[in-house]
T-cell receptor
Framework: AQSVTQPDIHITVSEGASLELRCNYS??????LFWYVQSPGQGLQLLLK??????LVQGIKGFEAEFKRSQSSFNLRKPSVHWSDAAEYFC??????????????FGKGTHLIIQP | DTGVSQDPRHKITKRGQNVTFRCDPI?????LYWYRQTLGQGPEFLTY????????KSRLLSDRFSAERPKGSFSTLEIQRTEQGDSAMYLC???????????FGNGTRLTVT
């Protein structure tokens, strides 16, 4: 069964500083990988996805993530955060085979706090 | 693209009552998913449909839970005899194919008192 670990429950970053949110996954083959962001009381918005090809993927709002197969990681980065980036961030893994298991498995999330 | 719509946004009910939530997916999406999210946790998969067929149910979906998608469009999630442990955000998502990202609604927050 697939699983996702987000080691950091909370991260505090100063506005304008760079950001890296960690994500490690467990899956028996090459997975589909996603990052979603959730603002309080809202649903989840897709930031970016990795299906295949270039291991560095660009997303919305200036975010990028790099798939590293050897480390089973898919860390999210942003060179300069804005106060509006404060939210909950979820990494998710999806199975490649249809087979009834193509729903996503999410990590527990990382709460990003932006200091002025 | 009107997005995934969920109704109601909030529901407060007393323990033992039945509740029903509705999800309207993006119109061309044939796959529809229900997730549950409790405080401080990521969403947990409950069940999904391809068109009107319910193809998988999580072990989290006890006998008190039932989901339907009768015409392959909107879906309903019913919880019978609600318990305090059912308090959570119930999220609906839809997608075009297994390779497509999920598009989430804003969820229904259930509080069981």
């Amino acid at each position: 069964a697939q699983s996702v670990t987000q080691p950091d429950i909370h991260i505090t970053v100063s506005e304008g500083a760079s950001l890296e949110l960690r994500c490690n996954y467990s899956y028996g083959a090459t997975p589909y990988l996603f990052w979603y962001v959730q603002s309080p009381g809202q649903g989840l918005q897709l930031l970016l996805k990795y299906f295949s090809g270039d291991t560095l993927v660009q997303g919305i709002k200036g975010f990028e993530a790099e798939f590293k197969r050897s480390q089973s990681s898919f860390n999210l980065r942003k060179p300069s955060v804005h106060w509006s980036d404060a939210a909950e961030y979820f990494c998710a893994v999806g199975a490649r085979s249809g087979g009834g298991a193509d729903g996503l498995t999410f990590g527990k999330g990382t709460h990003l706090i932006i200091q002025p | 693209d009107t997005g995934v719509s969920q109704d109601p946004r909030h529901k407060i009910t007393k323990r033992g009552q039945n509740v029903t939530f509705r999800c309207d997916p993006i119109s061309e999406h044939n796959r529809l998913y229900w997730y549950r999210q409790t405080l401080g946790q990521g969403p947990e998969f409950l069940t999904y449909f391809q068109n009107e067929a319910q193809l998988e149910k999580s072990r989290l979906l006890s006998d008190r839970f039932s989901a339907e998608r009768p015409k392959g469009s909107f879906s309903t999630l019913e919880i019978q005899r609600t318990e305090q442990g059912d308090s959570a955000m119930y999220l609906c998502a839809s997608s075009l194919s297994p390779q497509s990202p999920l598009h989430f609604g804003n969820g229904t927050r259930l509080t069981v008192t």
